[in-house]
């Protein structure tokens, strides 16, 4: 028995040992681990400060772009209206050039009706000078040819004119003229 407790104790001592070595190796793991742990945590705090950061960047990037894009939306929303405003006025020079070219075709086509006009009165007036220039060469020709007859003396007056009462009549033609 004192055999038995010796081995007991001898037995206990090394189980004691063991777990006093097993108990260090488990503390030594759980520091190793709790230390891989921290290094991890304080590496997971970094990458979640630098997200952080990027994350305050991006917002700030973002609100500068939608502040830019405002700014962009009433640039393009005055260039539209400027656009407009062109179009419309450009349209209403248009109608006014489109009236005006109205206008002188009318001024053209009733110049041209006016000369025309013009033209044929002209025409008449020279129809009507030639036929009183033709008559003025006939009443030459008859008074050379009376004058003849004077001057060789044989023929008398009474001769030249067969008629008793000889009357000239010039009919003159009615013109208007509207300048």
Not at 30 to 49: D, G, I, K, M, P
Not at 133 to 148: N, Q
Request: aromatic share 6%.
């Amino acid at each position: 028995r004192r055999d038995l407790a010796a081995a007991l104790r001898e037995l206990r001592a090394q189980y004691e040992a063991l777990a006093a070595r097993n108990l260090q190796a488990a503390e030594d793991w759980y520091r190793a681990r709790c230390a891989r742990l921290h290094e991890r945590a304080a590496r997971s705090q970094e990458a979640v400060r630098a997200s952080r950061r990027e994350a305050g960047e991006c917002r700030r990037q973002l609100q500068a772009r939608l502040a830019e894009m405002e700014s962009l939306r009433g640039a393009h929303q005055s260039l539209e209206r400027q656009l407009q405003e062109l179009e419309e006025r450009h349209s209403a020079e248009a109608a006014g050039l489109q009236d005006t070219i109205g206008q002188l075709e009318d001024d053209l086509r009733n110049t041209k009706n006016e000369m025309a006009r013009h033209l044929r009165e002209y025409q008449d007036l020279l129809n009507v000078k030639m036929a009183l220039d033709i008559e003025i060469a006939a009443y030459r020709k008859l008074l050379e040819g009376e004058e003849t007859l004077f001057s060789t003396g044989s023929v008398g007056l009474s001769a030249l004119n067969p008629l008793p009462n000889p009357t000239y009549s010039f009919q003159s033609r009615g013109f208007s003229s509207s300048t």
